[in-house]
């Protein structure tokens, strides 16, 4: 507002714009103090983070933690809620996987808070007796059924914090519908990547926060999305930059962790046998010719060519995936085993993401053929049962971790492990990563060694250039980097037709 006033010459505000301006002056000025009964040791970064939180719930704003994963956005989230947990309840929303999490940290970390996990049971019984010093954890997977949601958006929370809040990118999800109903006096989302993908995303989740800071999602299309992601228009994005930074902070590890070890990331590649090469140049050209006769709009397109490109890439990692009668073996399977050999033999633990299950399971028969010791977790894996193995790997109980991308990309602590393995390459690196630090993370004493194993003259090649040549399009918006916006259908076509 200072930079149009000077515009302008002369700004006269409202009541209500000088009381917003007076409530932020006087928020600038608060001295905040750990809770007493935090029962954690801050780092200075943490204490920060804190001291951030806290500033703007005296202000009356949202605020969205982006700190790189590993970094402590629980232990700071906890320490802003203990804070304010005498003037009314507090609302936790996460992932199922993490809810547990949540639990242990606030048992660890703020035992004075009174925990209750809404499950089954007389549900509105519950969250109307909540009062002061009590916090409700929710799964989204429950946030989204219409009868919790809509009991959930009743009360006016004191605290609401969404975890891992890039589950509610998409505004046309009942998660994020449900999400945008709940009332809280202070909001705080924390993620390690707050766009996934596109700009869009970062709307929705400042929708949550702050809504109507960014506009309507036309105006936001139209002012910022748009000219940067088609045009990479720099004065836009320093706009948006000026827009957002008040209310997002976010840091990532080599800026405040001296004391963490070393991380390597190594690409290896996979070289296709004679027979897995002429299988998947057959599987590639037969799915160019019935791509090239599909009619219908650009979404439909799209649709297919992602379907088609996801069969190319089960390919890469296994045959067996795509025609399981064939019976060829596996190359990418074969240089797996190999380097897991000289890890085992030289004592290292190891983390092996895959994002397809089937996949791992092919994994899962090779380990126990060969007499390995191996945990296992996906989707599927309950909750409980997910902890039970999480503890078992961290104490020793298997020297392999398989793990689905999408269940296990977040909220685990595996630095037991010194070595992570991804067998096959996702679109945005910035989502392995968030798996790769299950492992680089506060606690790990030794450096950690990142393997890709990418198939040569194939379409994950193609996608490995995508992570070369568009810088992830969060750190364009937040730090200044170069643009990417999201692919459309021609371009992934373009995909197709280059990876041989």
């Given at each position: ?16 714009w000088r009381a917003q301006l007076e409530r932020l002056r006087r928020a ?213 930059k000026r827009m957002i930074q008040p209310f997002i902070l976010r840091r ?173 390459p996702w679109w945005n690196p910035a989502v392995e990563d968030q798996a ?65």
């Amino acid at each position: 507002m200072d930079e149009i006033a000077e515009e302008v010459g002369e700004f006269q505000g409202d009541s209500a714009w000088r009381a917003q301006l007076e409530r932020l002056r006087r928020a600038e000025q608060v001295q905040p103090k750990l809770p007493s009964t935090l029962q954690a040791e801050l780092r200075d970064y943490q204490r920060a983070g804190f001291e951030w939180l806290f500033r703007l719930s005296a202000w009356g704003v949202g605020a969205c933690l982006a700190d790189d994963m590993g970094l402590g956005k629980t232990l700071q989230a906890l320490a802003v809620i203990l804070s304010r947990a005498g003037e009314g309840p507090t609302l936790v929303v996460a992932p199922t996987s993490v809810c547990m999490n949540w639990q242990s940290e606030i048992q660890r970390f703020a035992p004075t808070l009174n925990v209750q996990i809404l499950g089954g049971g007389d549900r509105q019984a519950l969250i109307e007796g909540l009062r002061p010093m009590d916090l409700l954890i929710c799964s989204y997977a429950l946030l989204q059924q219409e009868s919790a949601g809509k009991l959930l958006a009743v009360p006016t929370w004191q605290t609401i914090v969404l975890d891992e809040a890039q589950l509610i990118k998409n505004p046309a999800t009942k998660r994020s519908q449900q999400a945008m109903a709940l009332q809280g006096r202070f909001k705080i989302i924390t993620t390690g990547t707050p766009v996934e993908n596109h700009l869009g995303e970062l709307w929705n989740l400042f929708r949550f926060i702050n809504p109507g800071l960014l506009g309507s999602l036309e105006s936001f299309n139209r002012r910022f999305a748009g000219p940067i992601e088609r045009n990479q228009d720099r004065e836009a994005r320093q706009r948006l930059k000026r827009m957002i930074q008040p209310f997002i902070l976010r840091r990532i590890k080599t800026q405040v962790l001296d004391e963490l070890p070393p991380r390597t990331d190594i690409e290896l590649q996979v070289e296709l046998s004679e027979q897995e090469a002429v299988f998947y140049e057959a599987l590639r050209r037969k799915l160019l010719n019935e791509l090239n006769e599909t009619q219908g709009p650009e979404e439909n397109k799209r649709f297919k060519v992602l379907a088609a490109i996801t069969k190319l890439r089960r390919a890469c990692c296994n045959v067996q995936l795509v025609v399981p009668d064939l019976g060829l073996s596996s190359s990418k399977l074969a240089l797996f085993g190999e380097v897991l050999d000289e890890l085992l033999d030289n004592r290292h633990k190891t983390l092996v993401f895959s994002q397809f299950v089937d996949h791992l399971s092919l994994i899962r028969s090779y380990l126990d053929e060969k007499g390995i010791a191996y945990q296992y977790l996906d989707g599927q894996t309950p909750a409980a049962e997910r902890k039970k193995r999480v503890d078992a790997f961290q104490a020793g109980q298997g020297d392999v971790f398989l793990i689905s991308l999408k269940a296990g990309g977040v909220g685990l602590n595996l630095t037991a492990a010194d070595y992570v393995i991804h067998m096959d390459p996702w679109w945005n690196p910035a989502v392995e990563d968030q798996a790769s630090d299950r492992a680089h993370r506060i606690g790990q004493q030794r450096p950690v060694t990142v393997y890709r194993l990418v198939t040569k003259n194939t379409i994950e090649e193609q996608i490995v250039s995508l992570h070369r040549h568009k810088r992830d399009l969060a750190d364009s918006v937040l730090e200044g980097g170069e643009i990417s916006g999201k692919i459309n259908a021609q371009e992934l076509l373009n995909l197709i037709q280059k990876s041989s």
